[in-house]
């Protein structure tokens, strides 16, 4: 049978513990102070054998008021809900705010036991009590849900109770097993000779002893060193199980109450969530945009500030889109619910589900277009929530591990609804290596502004062949990723709009046309290379003698290297490409004859000052024609020989 967390609700002193002590024998009620008291002031675990051999696990919560946060936290996990409320009592504040808080939670099954029936004498008050009880559940999940009256003292309806229960139990549907393992932490302590332990509901998918996990937002890694449930030591737990854990080499202090044991790489912590907000109609007031807000989800509580994004305030009863920016990060999932309280005086106000957990920043006028944007998280389909991250991402594209994470799609579905995405070109897989895809859309703004930096640069640089690639990169509106850029490219290139010739780029559209002038000066300057030869001018000392303006002499000397008119050697040294062409004819013939060549022997062959010779020499050496050995150089040898 699948696994169960049944948990209590209810006032203050309407019996829940003295109702588990009598139901399974266990008092949950483990502190000091809550004996001296008489009242519950931690969650308290029990559970109980069901007549088909398995165990029902039961979180007991306080009821006072002060103590609502741990009741948040006791109902996250929980599949069935026990409303207690005293039959000499009837329903009181606490009956209400935690009725709400479970339907806040979506707690969708549940039963209602009236305590404490031996202390009414009359049953007619019994039974106005009862119909008391089925007007205010009227519009609720537990609406028509069985009501038990038991006496924890005297035993009587007990047998009833555990009939109702195992009914109850069998309705609720299993967890799936599908995503990574997670556990809101309830309690951290420590055990001698064990170490560190915390307990919690597992939310889903499996655990096995010595898995590795990570604690969320801290981010520690560690190993499962032993696993219990109920008490009982187990080698796998699964979801919906109370669960104890004992972790390996954590130190006590470094684990918190609240936050969330999970599979290594799982969770994304987040300063701001973007969720979808029920404010309840039973609140005193509207809640107004950035009113200061706490914040419950999972076991953990934080102060936040609420960010309505298309209203300055939401009336009581209504529902809105709204960004939490949270004073401290939380690692959550979309789907996972929450519950608002007011900063103070404490009241719960309003709960509802988080739909991204690592949003943007929604600020000004795009608040209101992020609302809209969200009904695809609140209503949409799996593939339609896996495009909508896709196209959220933007130019950074997202990692198949982090659009998991975004979305909360698991298992197979992920898969196979990615799969059917990429196939009929509604994603782009743009890095296989990594795994990394993009929307379209945002590949086609990507093009667009790659032309348009190109095309600004031919404008600027008539003459020059085209655009270094990493200066592309830098032009660009946006910072980019280097294999979306090439990715862009290689479209580009395949539709012939873009030509990349090594790392220069052009529009395939580009020619470069010299005018009337710059012809003037690409023959002037080819003239007085050609004729200087192997013992050319500085080409600062060359402009002086060009007609025209530094500009266009550079140009023209930048186009007629990409020409391969004239060849650099070294900063403003350049030699016309026949003499060098000439030069290594005769280089090489003589070291094919000679074996090797001293720079005294190469400055005789070029009858050329040293400020040449040795530039030369280094110039070859560096087009792999020679290599140097020692004083001399010598032919550097061919995979061909």
């Known amino acids: 049978m699948h696994q169960v967390v049944l948990g209590t609700a209810g006032h203050i002193d309407h019996g829940k513990t003295s109702l588990i002590r009598a139901l399974t024998g266990i008092d949950t009620d483990r502190l000091k102070e809550e004996k001296q008291r008489g009242i519950t002031i931690e969650l308290g675990f029990a559970y109980l054998d069901l007549p088909n051999g398995s165990r029902l696990g039961i979180v007991d919560v306080p009821g006072h008021e002060r103590f609502v946060k741990h009741m948040v936290a006791g109902a996250t996990g929980i599949d069935l809900v026990a409303l207690v409320i005293a039959a000499d009592e009837g329903v009181m504040p606490q009956t209400r705010e935690h009725l709400e808080i479970c339907q806040l939670l979506r707690v969708k099954e549940g039963l209602v036991v009236l305590t404490k029936i031996d202390m009414v004498d009359d049953p007619d008050w019994l039974d106005m009590v009862e119909d008391d009880v089925r007007d205010f559940l009227k519009g609720t999940f537990l609406e028509g849900a069985p009501v038990v009256k038991v006496s924890a003292v005297t035993g009587e309806g007990m047998d009833e109770l555990k009939k109702v229960l195992f009914q109850k139990v069998a309705q609720v549907p299993g967890r799936s097993e599908a995503g990574p393992f997670r556990l809101s932490i309830d309690r951290v302590f420590t055990m001698r000779g064990f170490g560190t332990v915390v307990t919690g509901t597992s939310l889903s998918g499996k655990l096995r002893v010595g898995d590795p996990v990570t604690i969320y937002p801290s981010g520690i890694k560690t190993k499962v060193r032993g696993l219990q449930v109920h008490n009982q030591d187990v080698q796998e737990v699964f979801p919906g199980q109370r669960t104890a854990i004992n972790l390996q080499g954590v130190d006590r202090d470094a684990v918190q109450r609240g936050e969330v044991l999970a599979t290594p790489d799982s969770l994304l912590p987040s300063f701001m969530l973007d969720v979808s907000l029920d404010l309840l109609a039973s609140a005193p007031k509207p809640l107004k945009d950035r009113q200061k807000i706490r914040f419950h989800t999972g076991t953990t509580e934080t102060v936040a500030t609420l960010i309505l994004l298309d209203r300055p305030e939401l009336s009581p009863g209504e529902s809105a889109f709204a960004q939490v920016r949270l004073d401290r990060p939380l690692a959550v999932l979309r789907g996972d619910r929450f519950v608002l309280r007011s900063y103070s005086p404490i009241r719960t106000l309003g709960g509802g589900a988080v739909l991204h957990p690592v949003p943007k920043k929604h600020k000004g006028k795009d608040k209101v277009q992020a609302a809209a944007s969200l009904r695809v998280l609140q209503d949409g389909s799996e593939s339609e929530i896996l495009l909508w991250h896709v196209l959220d991402a933007g130019w950074n594209g997202v990692s198949e591990a982090e659009l998991k994470i975004r979305s909360n799609v698991m298992g197979k579905a992920f898969g196979e609804t990615l799969a059917k995405l990429v196939s009929r070109k509604a994603v782009l897989l743009y890095d296989k290596e990594s795994r990394r895809y993009i929307h379209p859309e945002v590949l086609q703004a990507v093009e667009k502004n790659l032309l348009e930096v190109l095309g600004a640069y031919h404008r600027k640089n008539p003459l020059k062949a085209g655009m270094p690639k990493e200066e592309v990169a830098a032009q660009m509106e946006r910072p980019i990723d280097a294999k979306l850029l090439a990715y862009a490219v290689r479209q580009l290139s395949e539709r012939e709009e873009v030509v990349q010739e090594k790392e220069i780029l052009r529009l395939a559209s580009h020619k470069v046309d010299l005018t009337d002038e710059e012809k003037k000066i690409r023959d002037l300057i080819e003239e007085i290379y050609r004729k200087a030869w192997l013992q050319p001018p500085f080409f600062?000392?060359?402009?002086?003698?060009?007609?025209?303006?530094?500009?266009?002499?550079?140009?023209?000397?930048?186009?007629?290297?990409?020409?391969?008119?004239?060849?650099?050697?070294?900063?403003?040294?350049?030699?016309?490409?026949?003499?060098?062409?000439?030069?290594?004819?005769?280089l090489v013939a003589f070291l094919r004859e000679h074996q090797e060549i001293s720079a005294a022997q190469f400055k005789e062959m070029t009858q050329a000052s040293r400020k040449y010779t040795i530039p030369l020499l280094e110039f070859f050496d560096g087009q792999r024609v020679t290599i140097r050995v020692g004083d001399v150089r010598r032919l550097r040898e061919t995979k061909n020989g």
Request: net charge positive; proline share 2%.
């Open 540 to 586: 600062k000392d060359v402009v002086g003698r060009l007609p025209g303006n530094s500009r266009q002499h550079k140009d023209v000397l930048e186009w007629m290297l990409a020409q391969k008119i004239l060849v650099k050697v070294k900063e403003d040294l350049f030699f016309h490409r026949e003499a060098i062409g000439d030069l290594q004819e005769r």
